[in-house]
């Protein structure tokens, strides 16, 4: 399996605390069956994580890849950010200040919990028309999803691509979100699984549960494309569909 969303980054948001719980969190990752994370701190959100990139994520990204090659996790972790949606997102992500997934054409972009439908396409949109290609991080988990949910197929139309939470599939976000990520998966509407982890006590990289879900109430190749092929895709810069 490959990770696209996940907050391993240590001590810069709502994730990892430390250097030691990015190494638990990697653990676990590895084994558990994931080779490689993308690392996608909360970014560009005003007087909470601004986080925008600088040299220090990039020496923390080597630090983090060497410490777990010399623990022997086997483990890639490559670089990204979770994009608050705020502001002139695409001047920032032209300057710099804001990267895509692993330098690929993929922005995961992140909405307020109460954002209307109407912007989130719209966003979605703009962020297509500069020649990026937006991901929306747990649409399951939004309330424009919750009161229409073919706001998810409008999404995609507009060339937008869909992440579902593993842990929305196996409950950990409530029952309706559970429902709302089972009818997405259901209407094959959903691109990527990932495990927007946190840390390893809750909300860990441990996919695996959410993966054996997919394959039983679904199939084993409708799992593999969301874990893998498409997640890969995206990791080199692939095209997803
Ligand atoms: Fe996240």
Redesign the pocket.
Known sequence: MYDI???IFPGV?D?SGSINDSVEMARIAASTGVKAIVA?P?CNIPQLFENYWNEDFENMLRKLNETFALKGIPLTVYKGQ?VFNYGDVISHLKNGRLITLNCSRYV?V?FDFDTMEAEALETAERIRAEGYVPIV??PERYGFAFENPMSIMKIRSSGGLIQI?AGSIRGSFGPNCEKLSSAILKSCAADFIAS?A?SQYSRTPDMSESHEIVCNNFSYDYAKLLFETNPLRVINNEEVR
């Open positions: 969303h996940c907050h948001d994730g996608t909360h979770e995961l992140e991080a747990h939470n927007d946190h």
